[in-house]
Structures are given as C-alpha cells and as structure tokens.
C-alpha cells in the first residue's frame, strides 16, 4: 500500500505574471479539478491557472490545466 501522502493545489496567476494565494490542499487531483473549473469561471482571459502538487519524499511539481479539463 502506498503511504505517501499528497496533497494538490490550486494556483492562480493574476494577469498571468502576479501569483496569488494558492487554493487548497486537495485530497485528490479530481476534487482539485473540480474546484479549479469554478475558479478559472470568474478569472479573466489573461490570468493563469496552474496546480502544485506536494508528495511526501518527493520534489514539488508544478503544471498548467489544459483547455479541455477546465471546461
């Protein structure tokens, strides 16, 4: 059984260059998801939205949603 924990966030981009407070921890990538639909809804065209994921024993990674999971 795997005893890493992970943990996702949400992480807008105002304007795409200013990061504002991230959203979360998120149990599941889904549920993140999920939430991240709802947010990238009231951002702007030019504001960003990326998600950072956190595993125990792990280095942080970082990556951007595509179109397609945010409709």
């Known amino acids: 059984m795997d005893t890493m924990k992970t943990k ?3 992480v807008p981009i105002y304007g795409c260059t200013y990061p504002e407070t991230s959203i ?3 149990t599941t990538y889904e549920g993140m998801l999920k ?3 709802t947010v990238r809804a009231k951002q702007k065209e030019e504001d960003g939205l990326f998600y950072l994921v956190l ?3 792990s280095a ?4 951007s949603f595509s179109n397609l999971e945010l409709e």
């Open 35 to 37: 939430r991240a639909r």
């Open 8 to 10: 996702y966030y949400i």
């Open 24 to 26: 979360g921890p998120y």
């Open 60 to 63: 942080p990674r970082m990556g």
């Open 55 to 57: 595993t125990e024993g």
